[in-house]
Structure formats: C-alpha cells, structure tokens
C-alpha cells in the first residue's frame, strides 16, 4: 500500500486527505502543526464558516494567471463541493450574493463533517507536528520533524499561506517547496483592514455605513467596489475594503480612498437634498444637514472635512458649501498609510508560481509525486467565499490526483 503524506491539516489539506483515502489503495497521514486540524477553519465568516459561493466566476480569483484554477473550479464546482459535504452529513443554507453557510450558523459544524471524514483506517492523523525539512530520496520522500521522521511516495504541500499568523498562518509550505527546486511569488496581506490617516476615520469609529469606495494612486483608478464599511481607529474594514485591500498593498505608497455615502444618487440629487434640507430646517447646526440619510458622526465628519463650523445654523451655509458637503459626501478622501499585517489579514496574495504546476493534477512539473494546494499556491479570491471553494477544489482534485 502506497503511503501519502499531506502536510497541513486546514481546508485544503483534510479535502486531500479525505480524496486521497477514498480508492482505499494508499496510507494517508496527515501532518499538522497545530494541536488540531482545520483551527483557522473555525474563525472563517465570523464564525460562520462562508464555505463557497454559487455565483462564482474566473474573475472572482487572482494571481499572476488565475486561469491556472479554472480547471479545478470546473472539477469541482461549488455544486459538486456541496454534494461533498452533503455526503459527509453537512445541511447548508444559501444566502445573498449566493454565499453558503451551514445550516446551524456555526464553522465547528463544517469541521465536525471534516473530521468524521477523516475518520477511515487508511488515514492516520500526527497533530501538533512541525515539520522541518523534506528531501527526495530517489522516488520517495524523507519528512523530518522534532523527535521523527518518515518516508512516502507521494507527497501534498497544502500548509496554506502566511495570513492569520494567530491561528496557525506559517511560512512552512513555501520553504518546503522552495527546498524542492520551486518558485514563489512576492506575498501580500489581502482581505485585512486598509489603515489611513486617523483624524477622520477615527471620528466615526464605530459606524457601519454601506458604501461605494474607489481605491486610486494619483490619477489612475486601481479599483472600486461596493458593499459594508466600517470605521476605525486607524482605518477602515468591511467587506469592500477587504476586496479592495489586496489591490493597496500592491500598489505601494501614495494610495487613497474615495468614499461614496450616495452612490445610488448623482452628485446633482445631493445638493438638492441638501438644499431641501437647508430650507426646511435653517436654524438647525449644520451638523444635522444629512440627519435623515446618514448617521449623525457621518454627517458631523463632512462639516469638518470641509471646513466649516458644525454649530453654524444651515441658513448660514453658501451655495460653495453645500456643493462642498455634496463633493465630500460623494468622495471623502482618506490618505492610506498601509494595510494591516499578515497577522489580521485573511488570505495570502501570491505564493507559489502556478507555472511549475498541473492545472489538471495539481502535480509540481519539477518533481514528480510532489503536490500542492490550496493557499500555498498563488491564487487567492475575493471575500464570500472564494478563498474555501478554491481550498476544497484543489484539494479535492489533488488527492483525487495520487
């Protein structure tokens, strides 16, 4: 019976596990770092563990070719990844956008399913494992770790990336595959909290406001998007900026963030709300200019932004300034300082170059009998979803390959 090891006991690698068990002719041991499987899984969706999405496109995927994961996306579709679960005994619920969660709202339930799944006779399970080095010898490979060491025939790589280095986000997968003659991209944070200059975002800590942001370095528009935002000490979150956060970390310094509160209505429709506003309450501060359509701080922002007295009574406001109110509330500019670190962030952008692998096996062209997955590998997607659904599929595929 052929021996498989697989190291990294997260989405991807107990998917392989469970795959490369299934023909019942080879020995799966599964080797993980933490004292657990799957501990980052658990922290996924809030907690509620957003396991694919039903609407999912190529363009939903990033790296240097993304094309790379079309086949295994296909294979694999988030339909057939839900049938995977069901047959494990998960129910899931569908929701907006077409994200799907498990029926009890809860990720231990999508880790419970797992680890039944891992429970077979051909698969044995070396928790709180660290591996340190591997080599080939001839056509096998020597894993070694503190205390032991064993032989295999065939080997996966799916340690995941180096994002949410507090539950388990290692650089392991990356040094082993470079030891073994790979390549890998430049890594960055994606899905994190975008940090700008604090005066302003830090005036509405707090306060979640729905969105359109426009991420730009000088002139050039680098991307935009829609959704939740949310104010903090030092930045902003939510799921738009978490979309937009691996585009800043790219471009480097001289990034900013225009923030749209209206972006159902033209520039033209909020003067003349505000302007309606001015008229029917003149002696009102002019801090509650926007009371009625955006929060109280929001609105308490905007008059600072722009200058302007927040106590003043609205019939002291100009026409300059109302179009000033109406600009700033259709794009308050927040200078970025950075992106958080890899120890917030969700995902890795980058990792190992796709070219030295098999779209169809998920099998190294460098060395034979070598497999990755997952994370580790430079492909990363957008929030709802995505990140898992590519974890299950090039799992999947790559124990269904050996």
């Given at each position: 019976m052929a021996e498989v090891v697989i190291i990294g006991g997260g989405a991807s690698g107990m998917a392989?596990?469970?795959?490369?068990?299934?023909s019942g002719e080879h020995h799966v041991t599964l080797i993980e770092r933490q004292a657990r499987v799957g501990r980052k899984l658990l922290s996924t969706g809030n907690g509620r563990c957003n396991l694919t999405n039903l609407e999912l496109k190529i363009e939903n995927f990033h790296g240097e070719n993304p094309a790379f994961a079309q086949y295994a996306l296909s294979l694999w579709s988030p339909e057939r990844v839900l049938e995977f679960f069901a047959e494990l005994g998960l129910m899931t619920v569908t929701e907006y956008g077409g994200r799907v969660y498990p029926l009890s709202n809860q990720a231990t339930s999508v880790l419970d399913v797992l680890r039944f799944?891992?429970?077979?006779p051909n698969i044995s399970l070396l928790a709180g494992t660290g591996v340190e080095s591997v080599r080939k010898k001839g056509k096998s490979f020597h894993i070694s770790w503190e205390?032991?060491?064993?032989?295999?025939?065939k080997l996966i790589v799916?340690?995941?990336?180096c994002a949410g280095s507090k539950l388990g986000g290692v650089m392991d997968g990356y040094n082993i595959l470079k030891s073994l003659g790979h390549s890998r991209t430049s890594l960055y944070p994606s899905l994190t909290q975008i940090r700008t200059k604090p005066e302003i975002p830090r005036s509405m800590k707090g306060v979640k406001v729905q969105a359109g942001v426009k991420a730009a370095k000088g002139k050039k528009l680098l991307a935009e998007g829609s959704g939740d935002l949310l104010f903090a000490d030092n930045g902003v979150s939510g799921t738009?900026?978490?979309?937009?956060?691996?585009?800043?970390?790219?471009?480097?310094?001289g990034c900013a963030l225009d923030i749209d509160f209206f972006e159902n209505m033209e520039k033209a429709a909020v003067k003349k709300y505000l302007f309606a506003r001015k008229t029917?309450?003149?002696?009102?501060?002019?801090?509650?200019?926007?009371s009625g359509a955006?929060?109280?701080?929001?609105?308490l922002a905007l008059c600072k932004y722009v200058g302007i007295n927040p106590e003043s009574p609205c019939a002291e406001l100009s026409p300059a300034i109302i179009d000033a109110l109406a600009s700033a509330a259709k794009a308050l500019r927040l200078e970025v300082t950075g992106v958080s670190g890899f120890e917030s962030a969700q995902v890795t952008a980058g990792g190992m170059a796709t070219a030295e692998f098999n779209p169809k096996t998920m099998e190294s062209k460098i060395v034979p009998s070598l497999y990755a997955c997952g994370e580790v590998l430079d492909i990363d997607g957008d929030c709802g979803g995505y990140n898992l659904q590519w974890a299950w599929a090039s799992g999947l595929l790559a124990g269904g390959s050996v």
């Open positions: 392989a596990a469970i795959a490369a068990a299934e799944g891992l429970e077979k205390g032991g060491s064993m032989e295999c025939d799916a340690c995941g990336g738009v900026v978490f979309e937009l956060s691996r585009t800043v970390a790219k471009a480097g310094e029917a309450r003149p002696m009102a501060p002019a801090r509650e200019i926007f955006l929060h109280s701080r929001v609105g």
